[in-house]
């Protein structure tokens, strides 16, 4: 299973949100390049970034941090946040990012992901917010309505290959990962998953694994390795047991 | 005690994570796309990324053919990575009618396999003789981006292979000249090794 430390950025720096809330930040370096550093020496082997600029503007704007922990991160890295055009996508993908991952824009423009699928594949992911079940699109203020299975299942359909699933109800809150409903939409729409929010200890990540032949590919870490709540070299241990 | 490193710079190429790398590792590195300084280096790393053709093409018009070939036979340390390493063999099914550099004998061909192509993600390598670069590498899980791998005609040059629903070339060499189908510098922790023993190879 693979482990993505993550990165967010806001205003070129490296900051944790709790819930997805702007006025809930805390920095945590002023170059996030220095993280890519950190998790790197402690073993990591995938990175997530996500421009938190970006998701705001609805384009990628803190390019220059991307570039600078793509320099520094000697591992693959995956982008999300504000990308909704071919080329933003490809802006990225030149920079040498490995995969970009489309959020709200799947559930307003699913042209735009089978597009971004034909011509881009294996390296488009789809980010998935949901709370109690449902699609929460732009940025986290509205809420969407359709349920968060049937778009993984439409996504699907469409050439997407890797989900990113967030219950925003507990991201950045330390509160467990939904392990059940993660795996739920694995195995209902036979795309792989990363789990995300709310991945507070060990026993999530020994928990996700044994649904890692159902497709769960892995899982996001943010604020738990920040606050030292666990030790990524040890969450990396554990996720690469037998 | 410090030898020059050379990153070929001929637009085409993960230039930038390479070289933070080896500088991480201590290494004497700089970019650069002039034969003088190519020339005049100790040590030599071809990168790249994209296309076979638009590669190859790159390399006749920045002037690098015969520099690079130079190296190639000066018996000085030459390490090539993903693309850099497919430009060593003769020509591409890629790019049917360009030439390789032609240092190894042997074409590059499409990966056949009934999984998803492009090959992309983490592969375990599997030694299959003596490297100077891959001591710490058996078994190891690396990064993969590619389409295509080298199909060398001697297949004693084959230093480490991968299972991707079929056997696929993950890295070649011969003498003073390697060069992997991977990306060490994106390879984590093992990658960082790989580019460590090049930085300390003498061979």
Redesign the interface.
């Known amino acids: 299973m ?1 482990i993505f430390p993550a990165i967010d950025i806001r205003g070129g720096r490296c900051v944790r949100l709790t819930e997805g809330r702007f006025d809930k930040e805390i920095v945590f370096a002023d170059n996030p390049a220095d993280m890519a550093e950190r998790w ?1 020496k402690a ?3 995938y990175l997530h970034v996500v421009d938190l600029d970006g998701a705001l503007a609805g384009t990628s704007r803190n390019l220059d941090a991307i ?1 600078n922990i ?7 890295v995956q982008v999300g946040g504000g990308i909704r055009t071919l080329e933003n996508i490809e802006k990225l993908l030149s920079l ?1 990012v ?1 995969r970009v991952i489309l959020g709200s824009v799947a559930v307003k423009n699913p042209t735009l992901v089978t597009e971004a699928c034909k011509k881009f ?3 488009i992911v789809v980010g998935i917010d949901a709370k109690d079940g449902e699609v929460a699109v732009e940025g986290w203020g509205v809420r969407g309505g359709m349920q968060a299975l049937e778009l993984a299942q439409r996504m699907a359909q469409v050439g997407v ?1 890797h989900i990113v699933f967030t219950d925003i109800s507990r991201d950045g809150n330390l509160s467990g990962v939904n392990v059940e409903a993660t795996a739920q939409m694995a195995m209902s729409s036979g795309v792989k998953i990363i789990a995300s929010g709310g991945v507070s200890s060990l026993e999530d990540i020994k928990k996700l694994k044994k649904y890692e032949d159902l497709g769960i590919e892995g899982c996001i870490i943010g604020k738990a390795i920040y606050t030292g709540a666990i030790d990524l070299a040890e969450v990396l241990a554990v996720a690469k047991e037998k | 005690m410090n030898e020059k490193i050379v990153i070929v710079d001929y637009g085409m190429g ?1 230039l ?2 390479v ?3 080896l500088v ?1 590792v201590g290494g004497n590195v700089s970019i650069s796309s002039d034969p003088s300084v190519i020339d005049a280096a100790d040590k030599v790393i071809l990168p790249g ?1 994209g296309a076979f053709g638009d590669c190859m093409s790159n390399i006749n018009s920045y002037g690098l053919t015969q520099v690079l070939l130079n190296a190639l036979n000066s018996g000085k340390p030459f390490l090539g990575i993903c693309l850099g390493e497919q430009l060593l063999f003769e020509g591409s099914e890629e790019a049917p009618g360009v030439k390789g550099l032609g240092f190894f004998q042997g074409q590059v061909e499409k990966i056949r396999t009934d999984f ?1 192509i ?1 090959h ?1 993600g ?1 592969n375990k390598l599997e030694l299959k003789s003596s490297s100077p670069l891959l001591c710490n590498a058996a078994n190891e ?1 690396v ?1 993969f ?1 590619h389409s295509y791998h080298a199909v060398p005609k001697d297949k004693s040059i084959i230093t480490s292979v991968c299972d991707y629903g079929t056997q696929i070339t993950a890295s070649v060499g011969r003498g003073s000249v390697q060069a992997v189908q991977f990306h060490p ?5 093992v ?2 090794k790989i580019l460590q023993a090049f930085k300390e190879w003498q061979p």
Do not use: T
């Open positions: 693979i790197s073993g990591a082997e570039e793509l320099a520094h991160a000697n591992m693959p040498g490995a594949s294996g390296q290959e | 993960n930038h994570s070289n933070k790398a991480k990324v998803k492009p992309m983490w899980f990064y981006v510098e994106k390879s984590s922790s990658g960082i």
